[in-house]
């Protein structure tokens, strides 16, 4: 396939998503979704997991590379442009305890998947790759632990869908839980509960949406630290493995490259010039309003992504323990 003919089967999987999320938008504005509290971004990837469980075989695959970049760069853009809604003033209520819960979660999430792993007797990189994946920020951190220890691609998907399905589930449990009493938080702790135990940073942007703005803010500072950890746990994972990796490496003639979340440091960077208020408020309003609508697309896109069939192929060891990495949360 010619490169003009490959952008423009991109195009179409973009612009799919994208009247998805317009759908969104629309049923958004409707009574019941202002009853059920659900929040366009919620509606987008309802549609998406309808469409990943009816019409997706329908539709020619070239389209496929549109839906994954809107679940991947135009989630993180999203992500960025988030940054217009928080302050440092935010992050310096948030408070020294939230960084010290985000790095016990990171690193008890991580021990308890691969001890759970090890128990099971399951794939080792599948166990690792799960247990990083629920502990930092769901698939991306999946993908990212996958540069450091390249191992074959069906572990990478096996584990990817896993954390995709648990993150999803939880999105939508937590603010039913939160509505019924069963969380008996204040908003802030609420927050960071949220935003420690929720692995993908979409399904956070969600269910905080879902729980009100005082949860939301606080949970996506949480998570974006988690995300921010990655970096080190990369770097941990990195050196452990390296010595097998070099030899794999040498054999395939490959190079192994660890990814860095960019996205995250964009955010803070966008949280530091949105500090200084230098933008007047009907323009921050208005992009405020294009994060929601990119944040939707990248939502429906990720249920575009949430297939009966990643049920079947994570199967059940990958997927027992994940109730307990909230427990030991």
Known sequence: MKLTEQRSSMLHGVLLMALFACAAFYLGDM???????????IIGIILGMLY?????????????PGIVF?????????????GFKLTFQ????VGLPA??????????????????????????SIALLTACGSAICGAAAVMGVDGAIR???????????????????????????YRAGVFDLPAQQMGIFAGSTI?????????????GAAISDNAIIVKMIRVMMLVPVLLVIAFFVAKDVANREQTEGKKSKIQVPWFAIMFLLVICFNSFNLLPEPVVKGIVTLDTFLLT?????????????????????????????????
């Open 99 to 124: 960084i010290i819960i985000d790095a016990i979660v990171v690193t008890v999430t991580i021990l308890l998947g691969l001890f759970v792993g090890k128990l099971l007797k399951m794939d080792r």
């Open 52 to 64: 990943a469980n009816s019409l997706r075989n329908n539709l020619p695959e070239t389209w496929t």
């Open 199 to 211: 692995h993908e940073v979409a399904h956070v942007v969600g269910a905080g949406n879902a729980m």
């Open 297 to 329: 697309m990248a939502m429906t896109a990720l249920g575009a992504e949430t297939s009966i069939d990643k049920f079947k192929k994570a199967g059940f060891k990958p997927s027992c323990w994940q109730p307990l990495s909230i427990v030991g949360s």
């Open 90 to 93: 935010d992050i310096t209520a």
């Open 151 to 177: 191992p074959k691609p069906y572990k990478t998907a096996v584990a990817v869908a896993t954390v995709v399905i648990f993150g999803t589930l939880s999105m939508f449990l937590y603010p039913v839980l």
């Open 31 to 41: 009574e019941f979704a202002k009853i059920l509290s659900f929040s366009p971004m």
């Open 70 to 82: 809107c679940s991947k760069r135009i989630l993180r853009f999203g992500i960025i442009l988030y």
